[in-house]
C-alpha cells in the first residue's frame, strides 16, 4: 500500500505546489516547463525508456505529437483551475476526467454499455455539474466563469489525454519510449511558447520546476508499481488512487487552505467517488 500512497500524496502535493505559486509569486508555466525536463530524465534513467526504439515505421508519431501539445496546455489549465476554483475541485474534475474514455468507446467505438456503466456515467456527470457550482464573489463576477471554464478544460483535457495514451497502448508501443517521446515533445512545446514570448527566466521557477518534475514523476512512477505490486487486484489500484486523490484533495484544500465548498459542491465530491464505486471493474 505505500507505492499507492506516495502515488496519491504526489498527485495532490502537485495541486499544492500549484496552489502556493501564486502566493510565492512563481511564473508556473517557466516551473512547468522544467517539470518536463526532470520528468523526462528520470523516465529515461528509471523507466529504462529506450528513444531508438522510436525510430520505426510503427511509432504512431500523430498520437505523440497530440500529447505532447495537450501535456503543458492542460497542465496550465490545471494550474489555472486551483487559482481560481481551488485544489478540492480541481482534483475531483481531474479525477472525473475517467469518464470522458468510457463515454468515447460508446459514442465514438460503438462499444455496449452495461447497466453499472451507465449508472457511473450518469451519476460522474451529475457530479461535475454540482462540482462547477460555484458562486461568484461580487467584486468579481467574472471570476465565476474563469474557474468553470479551466475546471471544464481539466475534465475534457485529462480525458483526452487518457484516451490518447489508451490508443499509444493499442498501438504496442512501449510505455516508457513512448512517455519519455511525449515529455520531450512537451518540454519542447511550451518552452518554444516560452522563447517566443521572450520569457525573463525567474531561478525560483526553475527551481519549483525541478520539484514539480520529481512530484509529476513520482506520480506516475508509483502508480505503475502499485499496478506491479498487485497484478492480481488492479481493482485495487485504480478505486483507490483514484478516491484516495479526491479524499486527500478535499482534506487539504478545505481542511488547510480554508477553500469554502457550498453544499451542492459536497455533494458533487460525494457523487464523485460513488461514480468511482460504481464503476469498479467486478
Not at 471554464?149 to 483526452?160: D, M, N, P, Q, S
Not at 508509483?222 to 492480481?232: D, K, L, S, T
Request: with cysteine.
Amino acid at each position: 500500500m505505500i507505492t499507492l500512497l506516495i502515488s496519491i500524496s504526489c498527485s495532490v502535493a502537485v495541486s499544492v505546489l500549484l496552489k502556493l505559486a501564486r502566493k510565492h509569486q512563481l511564473h508556473i508555466d517557466q516551473a512547468i516547463a522544467v517539470n518536463y525536463v526532470v520528468a523526462a530524465a528520470l523516465t529515461l534513467t528509471l523507466l529504462g525508456a529506450r528513444p531508438a526504439a522510436l525510430l520505426t515505421t510503427n511509432t504512431p508519431w500523430w498520437i505523440l505529437v497530440a500529447l505532447g501539445i495537450l501535456l503543458p496546455t492542460i497542465f496550465l489549465a490545471m494550474a489555472g483551475a486551483v487559482r481560481h476554483a481551488g485544489i478540492v475541485l480541481s482534483d475531483a474534475a481531474q479525477r472525473l476526467s475517467l469518464f470522458i474514455p468510457l463515454i468515447a468507446a460508446f459514442v465514438v467505438f460503438g462499444e455496449a454499455l452495461s447497466g453499472p456503466k451507465i449508472l457511473g456515467i450518469a451519476t460522474a456527470l451529475l457530479a461535475l455539474l454540482c462540482l462547477l457550482y460555484k458562486p461568484a464573489p461580487a467584486e468579481d463576477p467574472a471570476d465565476r466563469t474563469r474557474a468553470i471554464g479551466y475546471l471544464l478544460a481539466v475534465w475534457a483535457g485529462y480525458g483526452t489525454i487518457d484516451i490518447l495514451f489508451k490508443q499509444l497502448a493499442k498501438s504496442g508501443a512501449a510505455f516508457p519510449n513512448s512517455l519519455l517521446a511525449a515529455f520531450v515533445l512537451a518540454g519542447i512545446v511550451i518552452f518554444g511558447w516560452l522563447l517566443a514570448r521572450r520569457t525573463v527566466w525567474q531561478g525560483r521557477s526553475l527551481l519549483a520546476g525541478v520539484v514539480l518534475g520529481v512530484l509529476n514523476f513520482c506520480n506516475i512512477y508509483f502508480y505503475i508499481r502499485a499496478h506491479q505490486v498487485f497484478p492480481e487486484n488492479p481493482t485495487l489500484v485504480f478505486s483507490a488512487m483514484n478516491i484516495g486523490v479526491i479524499s486527500l484533495g478535499t482534506l487539504i484544500g478545505a481542511g488547510v487552505f480554508r477553500e469554502k465548498l457550498s453544499w451542492i459542491n459536497g455533494a458533487g465530491i460525494v457523487l464523485a467517488i460513488g461514480a468511482i464505486v460504481v464503476l469498479i471493474p467486478r
